[in-house]
Antibody, heavy 116, light 112 residues
Framework: QVQLQESGPGLVKPSQTLSLTCTVS??????????WSWIRQHPGTGLEWIGH???????SYNPSLKSRLSMSVDTSKNQFSLRLSSVTAADTAVYYC????????WGRGTLVTVSS | DIVMTQTPLSLSVTPGQPASISCRSG???????????LYWYLQKPGQSPQLLIF???SRFSGVPARFSGSGSGTDFTLKISRVEAEDVGFYYC?????????FGQGTKLDIK
């Protein structure tokens, strides 16, 4: 069965770039008409859609983050990635990757703390 | 951004009793393809959100029949016919029609 797993540093310094990768296992990132998404959850609060990418590389970003955000996909590694630049404490959150046909499949999430 | 408003924000239910959560969207979620892009998720303690309902009223694979979704346009409801202890957590509605996709604030359900 298809599974998603986030990976990346758990601690990032302010003003630096947050980089996360989501590895898709048990299935191909190319298969189906899915978008591959990033969603975050600030401590103790609700969910925020960050953006998504198609296997072709086509992207959509949340306008609130667009100026600092970049997503990419590596079909040979069955991975997609997130880069968020100029981070502040407000970017501290659990970051989830998810498959969007219906957001029916989520990774377990990874906590990223922005602190010096 | 489309604002998704859930009510109530918290719910305490006796096992075996019904529960209902409302979600209102700032704009219609009905697409020209005839589908309504409203989803319901449950986030159990310490877990990732899990899909319960898609397209407003379709139960996702493996979701117990006690969960049902209804509504159209801008007003939607998630109902649990008989709450069980394993249903505790936060329930979120999400609109998947207008970018950026947006979630409701969440409704915390606990057991009396």
């Amino acid at each position: 069965q298809v599974q998603l797993q986030e990976s990346g540093p758990g601690l990032v310094k302010p003003s630096q770039t947050l980089s996360l990768t989501c590895t898709v296992s048990g299935g191909s990132i190319n298969s189906g008409n899915y978008y591959w998404s990033w969603i975050r959850q600030h401590p103790g609060t609700g969910l925020e859609w960050i953006g998504h990418i198609f296997h072709s590389g086509s992207t959509s970003y949340n306008p609130s983050l667009k100026s600092r955000l970049s997503m990419s996909v590596d079909t040979s590694k069955n991975q997609f990635s997130l880069r968020l630049s100029s981070v502040t404490a407000a970017d501290t959150a659990v970051y989830y990757c998810a498959r969007h046909g219906y957001f029916d499949l989520w990774g377990r999430g990874t906590l990223v703390t922005v602190s010096s | 951004d489309i604002v998704m408003t859930q009510t109530p924000l918290s719910l305490s239910v006796t096992p075996g009793q019904p529960a209902s959560i409302s979600c209102r969207s700032g704009q219609s979620l009905l697409h020209s393809d005839g589908k309504t892009y409203l989803y319901w998720y449950l986030q159990k303690p310490g877990q990732s959100p899990q899909l319960l309902i898609f397209e407003a009223s379709s139960r996702f694979s493996g979701v117990p029949a006690r969960f049902s979704g209804s509504g159209s346009g801008t007003d939607f409801t998630l109902k649990i016919s008989r709450v069980e202890a394993e249903d505790v957590g936060f329930y979120y509605c999400m609109q998947g029609l207008h970018l950026p996709y947006t979630f409701g604030q969440g409704t915390k359900l606990d057991i009396k």
